[in-house]
């Protein structure tokens, strides 16, 4: 699975739109892009994930660079229960099978008053 | 909405006794995962489980670790005889098989202290 690479900390006020970059230089082309978020000690949750098309969700928006090689995930109106550590994931997807998640640092976002 | 959940949710354990975790998954969902994360690192994947067999491990998941679906309903991770590094909140997680969206859903945590 390709590596990414993420800012270790960002901060956004709150109500402002919130974008988390990723580095995902090496992806290969049945790689897809996921992200998860794991507030303070809680178990990770799904947020968006997408292959080259921007996606967009309930949750946050997913934008990939035409050569997917970087995406960023934004939160058009970041809430202080955003406040988490943000993880992009690039993982091969396999109809019906089974696969892991392979979690890096992520990204700490503050969201501040 | 359906989630998964863990019991308990603080287990505390002296060293080399056997522990018990518990994990009831989506009840649609087919692909069972854990997970493990000591305090202040990464997330580590420890094992996938599918049609009642592993699927897939890390070098984590060692001999003194196993998994179990005894029912239809709930996902066990035992470890054998437990030491102070096992400390740690294991996550359960679980997907369905699904031609869309494949991602998996994580139960609270349980939180593991060895003394």
């Known amino acids: 699975d390709a590596k990414t690479t993420q800012p270790p900390s960002m901060d956004c006020a709150e109500g402002r739109a919130a974008n988390l970059p990723c580095n995902h230089s090496?992806?290969?082309?049945?790689?897809?892009v996921y992200w998860y978020r794991q507030i303070h000690s809680q178990g990770p949750q799904y947020i968006i994930h997408?292959?080259?098309n921007n996606e967009t969700n309930e949750m946050a928006s997913l934008i990939i660079t035409e050569d997917r090689k970087s995406s960023t995930l934004i939160l058009p109106h970041a809430t202080l229960r955003d406040t988490a550590v943000y993880y992009c994931?690039?993982?091969?997807?396999?109809?019906?099978?089974?696969?892991?998640?392979?979690f890096g640092s992520g990204t700490r976002l503050l969201v501040r008053p | 909405e359906p989630e998964v959940t863990q019991t308990p949710s603080h287990q505390v354990t002296q060293m080399g006794q056997e522990v018990i975790l518990r994990c009831v998954p989506i009840?649609?969902?087919?692909?069972f995962y854990w997970y493990r994360q000591i305090l202040g690192q990464k997330v580590e994947f420890l094992v996938s489980?599918?049609?009642?067999?592993?699927?897939?491990k890390s070098e984590i998941f060692d001999d003194q670790f196993s998994v179990e679906r005894p029912d239809g309903s709930n996902f066990t991770l035992k470890i054998r005889s437990t030491k102070l590094e096992d400390s740690a909140m294991y996550f359960c997680?679980?997907?369905?098989?699904?031609?869309?969206?494949?991602?998996?859903?994580f139960g609270p945590g349980t939180r593991l202290t060895v003394l």
């Open positions: 009840s649609n969902h087919l692909y």
């Open positions: 090496t992806i290969s082309g049945n790689e897809y």
């Open positions: 994931i690039v993982r091969v997807f396999w109809m019906d099978s089974s696969y892991k998640l392979i």
């Open positions: 997680a679980s997907s369905i098989r699904t031609s869309g969206n494949n991602e998996q859903f």
């Open positions: 489980f599918y049609n009642n067999e592993i699927s897939e």
């Open positions: 997408g292959l080259k």
